[in-house]
């Protein structure tokens, strides 16, 4: 990795990133390589497309607005032709019915300010009409801090705070 990077990770963020990579498996490396940055389906006559943030026409990450308005999903997601975007990147619960549905349920092991709620959602689409429902499942993310104290993990006070709001 470097950088400045397609993410723009800082320095110690990529450190982060190399560590956990070093704990994984090459056949996890491979099985995650593998996977699409974005996926398009037509489901019940809508188009849907999912992805882990914003890209641009290249499939290149761009740089995503942190509480996107209608304006700004617009903007970020000005070259997807879909009636759904799917995405998510910055954890932070956002469904926005405007020109499309823009849909990101949040993060399902980073509450951030949301101690010990993992986020998450269903979308149903059924006769070419759609329903989302978020769910929150609690949990004990102040176990989960300890383990990550004891893991010894690079980048652990920003770690802590982007993913845990500490």
């Not at 090459?26 to 489901?43: A, C, N, W």
């Not at 849907?48 to 290249?58: A, F, K, L, Y």
């Not at 998450?120 to 949990?139: K, M, P, R």
Request: aromatic share 8%.
């Amino acid at each position: 990795m470097e950088y400045p990077n397609e993410e723009n990770m800082s320095l110690d963020e990529m450190e982060h990133h190399r560590w956990e990579h070093s704990l994984i498996s090459e056949g996890s490396v491979s099985f995650l390589r593998g996977l699409p940055k974005r996926i398009d389906f037509i489901s019940e006559g809508l188009s849907i497309s999912v992805m882990h943030s914003c890209m641009d026409e290249n499939g290149h990450y761009s740089k995503a607005r942190k509480n996107p308005t209608e304006s700004d999903l617009i903007a970020m997601f000005a070259h997807v032709k879909s009636d759904i975007i799917i995405y998510g990147h910055d954890h932070n619960r956002n469904i926005c019915r405007g020109d499309k549905l823009y849909i990101n349920v949040g993060s399902l092991g980073c509450p951030s300010k949301d101690r010990n709620i993992a986020r998450a959602g269903v979308l149903n689409v059924e006769n070419g009409e759609t329903s989302i429902e978020s769910i929150d499942v609690i949990y004990d993310a102040d176990a989960v801090v300890r383990q990550i104290d004891e893991l010894n993990y690079p980048d652990v006070e920003n770690i802590k705070k982007y993913f845990y709001g500490l």
